[in-house]
């Protein structure tokens, strides 16, 4: 009996050929079970992109606190240096400046020092 069929018989493959054939040629990436997965995959790589941006923004805005704590230190140490006398009117704008700027006043470590002078001196 002749057959009239037009496909050859095909030799059989080990597993790991046909999987580095299939994985070499792309043809894996049309396989129906891999095309389920593309709006999972496209997901993660969106998310992974976000992740990456917003690390790059967090890195500006570290480097922004950096410089405006140099710029302020800097600033004090100036006023320091100088011994300058603020004015009350003017201190409050400076304050006022540096609150617009996220800097805020930090009084956990505050602390007063008084000299009291001995009772006898008081007389």
Sequence with gaps: MITTSKQEPKEPK???ESFWKQLLSGDFLFAPETVRWYPYI??????MIL????EQNMEAKRQTIKQLETEYKQTISALKHNNLYILYEQDQELKQMLNKRGFEKNEKHAYKVVVQTPKEDAE
Excluded: E, G
């Design 14 to 16: 080990t597993k790991n």
């Design 51 to 54: 992740i990456v941006l917003n």
């Design 42 to 47: 496209t997901y993660v790589f969106l998310l």
